[in-house]
């Protein structure tokens, strides 16, 4: 199983910018589909962004397309989350997952929380206005 570790949470203010990393510490073919999740306190767990690992094609939550961008180094076994033009509905607990058995590009873009079963221990982020 896949072992997931995020760092990078902390405070900013509305309108800045954070970066998320995800390191994976075994990381293989199982784990072609990654995905970014968010959960604020009293709301459901939401998918933010997927990446399919194979060539980086990444699918975007509309809440959230064109301000973060997903992206990867393989060599790192690395996933990130650079999320700019942040505002106070962006505040959430972020995690990071792995979904061993999504075999396909289209299937990981389509991929729901039930779809990972590896994920991190989360990082808090906190957007002030």
């Known amino acids: 199983q896949v072992q997931l570790v995020e760092s990078g949470g902390g405070s900013v203010q509305a309108g800045g910018s954070l970066r998320l990393s995800c390191a994976a510490s075994r990381y293989s073919y199982s784990a072609n589909c990654m995905g970014w999740f968010r959960q604020s306190p009293g709301k459901e767990r939401e998918g933010v962004a997927n990446?399919?690992?194979?060539?980086?094609?990444?699918y975007y939550a509309d809440s959230v397309k064109g301000r973060f961008t997903v992206s990867q180094d393989n060599a790192k076994k690395t996933v990130y989350l650079q999320m700019n033009s942040l505002n106070s509905e962006d505040s959430a607990m972020y995690y990071c997952?792995?979904?061993?058995?999504?075999?396909?590009?289209?299937?990981?873009?389509?991929?729901?929380?039930?779809?990972?079963?590896?994920w991190g221990q989360g990082a808090q982020v906190t957007v002030s206005s």
């Open positions: 990446i399919w690992t194979v060539d980086g094609s990444a």
């Open positions: 997952a792995a979904a061993a058995n999504v075999w396909s590009r289209s299937i990981c873009g389509r991929a729901r929380e039930f779809d990972f079963g590896s």
